[in-house]
């Protein structure tokens, strides 16, 4: 599975962004999806993800009520919604696929994640 994310930008405290991830399989609908981050002299970090369905999500506490992961299994996409951004904020993000076909909170580190891809760069201005 290759992956190809995009969205990000350059973009004010308290603005918002949407990044999307492009996979190119016909059975994304099999995987669990994740995104993550990383910033500037940081390891990478969790930041939110998404069942195989759609129904299930998990958070960082850093993008609850601020950040919004979602699919579509028809488009092979993975979204993430940024709202309300912070300096803090500021990183590349990557999409994942999961190398489990548990969803559980336990399975959320980037070790349980592959495919990677380029991620793209979001940078909040104070």
């Known amino acids: 599975v290759q992956l190809q994310a995009s969205g990000g930008g350059l973009v004010q405290a308290g603005g918002s962004l949407r990044l999307s991830c492009a996979a190119s399989?016909?059975?994304?609908?099999?995987?669990?999806m994740g995104w993550f981050r990383q910033g500037p002299g940081k390891e990478r970090e969790f930041v939110a993800a998404?069942?195989?369905?759609?129904?299930?999500?998990y958070y960082a506490d850093s993008a609850k009520g601020r950040f919004t992961i979602s699919r579509d299994n028809h488009k092979n996409t993975l979204d993430l919604q940024l709202s309300n951004l912070k300096p803090e904020d500021t990183a590349i993000y990557y999409c994942?696929?999961?190398?489990?076909?548990?969803?559980?909170?336990?399975?959320?580190?980037?070790?349980?994640?592959?495919?990677w891809g380029q991620g793209t760069l979001v940078t909040v201005s104070s």
């Open positions: 994942a696929v999961s190398r489990v076909p548990q969803f559980r909170s336990d399975y959320l580190q980037p070790t349980w994640f592959s495919n």
């Open positions: 399989t016909r059975s994304f609908y099999n995987y669990n």
């Open positions: 998404i069942s195989r369905t759609g129904e299930s999500t």
